[in-house]
Structure formats: C-alpha cells, structure tokens
C-alpha cells in the first residue's frame, strides 16, 4: 500500500512557474512508476506526465512538452513537477499516481494506476 500527499499548489500569473510535490509513503516507491495526471472543472481527467523507476526516461502530454519537467528523489520518495510558462488552460487539480512496476506503454492511461493521492488544485491567471 501506497500513501501519496502533494502539495505546492495555489495561485500563479500566467506565464509565471510553480513546482507541485507528491510525497509517498513506505519502502517501495523506487518500485513504482510514477505520473501526474491533471482535471479542470468540467473536463476528464488527463495524463500530464509519468517517470519511470529510475528517473531515466521521463513522458510528457504534447499540452505540456518543453514546459513542464517530472523528476524524483527516490531516497526520500518523491515526486515533482516542475511547471514553466504556466497557461490559463493549465488550471486544474493535479494528482500524483503510482503503479507497481514498469511504466510500460500505457503509461497515459490512469486506469493503470493503482494509487491516487488527493489533488492539489493550481489556478493560472490570464
């Protein structure tokens, strides 16, 4: 079992920066994939961007390529998304995901994920 908690959220101008943490519970988060999915009001859920175990190969949404950037500390079990050039469209809640093994090829998908932390909700002004 998997506790994931973000934080980070809040208010920013558009084209300004925020970094949004996911911090994981227990002694297998090296294991886990890792993503961040987002959902603005009114609209499903998306795939934002996933990280593989090691922190080698990183995935993005063509919405977010050249602007945002995913990393992990896997000594201290999180997980961070680094947001540049914020857009009003970018206004969400963000959620950290994990699941147990390889990212695989479906690494979009967030059915695939079995851990959900609560949502961080990060509003961009135009």
């Known amino acids: 079992q998997v506790h994931l908690a973000e934080s980070g959220g809040g208010l920013v101008e558009a084209g300004g920066s925020l970094r949004v943490s996911c911090a994981a519970s227990g002694h297998a988060f090296k294991y886990y994939c890792m993503a961040w999915f987002r959902q603005a009001p009114g609209k499903e859920r998306e795939f934002v961007t996933a990280?593989?175990?090691?922190?080698?190969?990183?995935y993005y949404a063509d919405s977010v390529q050249g602007r945002f950037t995913i990393s992990r500390d896997n000594t201290n079990n999180r997980v961070y998304l680094q947001m540049d050039s914020l857009k009003p469209e970018d206004t969400a809640v963000y959620y950290c995901?994990?699941?147990?093994?390889?990212?695989?090829?479906?690494?979009?998908?967030?059915?695939?994920?079995?851990?959900w932390g609560q949502g961080t909700q990060v509003i961009v002004s135009s």
């Open positions: 995901a994990a699941r147990d093994g390889l990212c695989g090829t479906a690494y979009s998908q967030s059915r695939g994920y079995e851990y």
């Open positions: 990280i593989t175990r090691s922190g080698s190969t990183a």
